[in-house]
């Protein structure tokens, strides 16, 4: 379980195969689990300046490989008595999104993020949502995008500042909204889109 507060930006050594090298600061030990761009992986080989982790089949199917270069987000798994300043986070990358707007304000910048429409589905303003290992907060849903509004902070302290248009980024929906959905899909007889949106959004007024 992770919370979506970026430890560190680490470098990419190489990706070779199934195994990514990590050039970072922080030391882990060999089994432990490390969010990497949001995908939760195992940690196993520590070097002098970094580390190694493993990624299955499935896993590389998931993800968008290209983003696995250069620079990317790690934060280790959260302790028991960890503060949770984020939001839970699993590390399971449920879709990937592209960048099809950006637009730079005086002390915010708006993304807008393109998503396939189950995920969409998952997204409720002023939720929670997990892009590429980062909690944010969805400002705006539409038909098949959503919106965030990053302060200054973020973008100094994140990848953030270096995305363009065009980019794809992984999405985590929130998963007390994926799990009613679930639940809501699985045991409703009206499984219609629209049906399920109301439904979702009906439940999480209600709390």
């Known amino acids: 379980m992770f919370s979506g507060l970026v430890r560190e930006i680490a470098k990419v050594i190489s990706l070779d195969g199934s195994i990514l090298r990590l050039r970072a600061k922080y030391i882990p ?5 490390i969010a990497v761009n949001g995908a939760c992986l195992t940690v196993i080989d520590i070097f002098k300046d970094g ?16 983003r696995l270069k250069d620079s990317v987000h790690i934060e280790p ?5 960890s503060r949770l300043d984020g939001h ?16 730079v304000f005086k002390n915010q910048t708006h993304f807008l993020i393109q998503a396939p ?3 969409i589905t998952l997204c409720i ?9 980062i909690s944010l907060t969805i400002a705006d849903v539409k ?5 965030l509004i990053l302060i200054p902070h973020t973008m100094q302290n994140t990848l953030f500042g270096s995305y363009k248009v065009g ?3 992984h999405i985590e929906t929130d998963m007390i909204v994926r799990s009613i959905a679930h639940m809501l899909n699985k045991h409703s007889p009206l499984n219609q889109q629209n049906n399920l949106e109301w439904q979702i959004n009906d439940m999480l007024m209600s709390y």
């Open 125 to 133: 303003p002023k939720g929670s949502i997990c892009i590429d290992g």
């Open 167 to 169: 980019m794809k980024v």
């Open 143 to 147: 038909e098949n995008s959503f919106e």
């Open 88 to 103: 839970f986070v699993q590390g399971h990358i449920d879709f990937i999104g592209v960048i099809t707007d950006i637009k």
């Open 77 to 81: 798994a959260l302790r028991a008595d």
């Open 117 to 119: 429409k189950k995920a």
């Open 29 to 33: 030990e060999i089994g432990d689990s």
């Open 51 to 66: 580390f190694a982790l493993e990624l299955s089949a499935h896993t590389k199917e998931l993800l968008a490989i290209e």
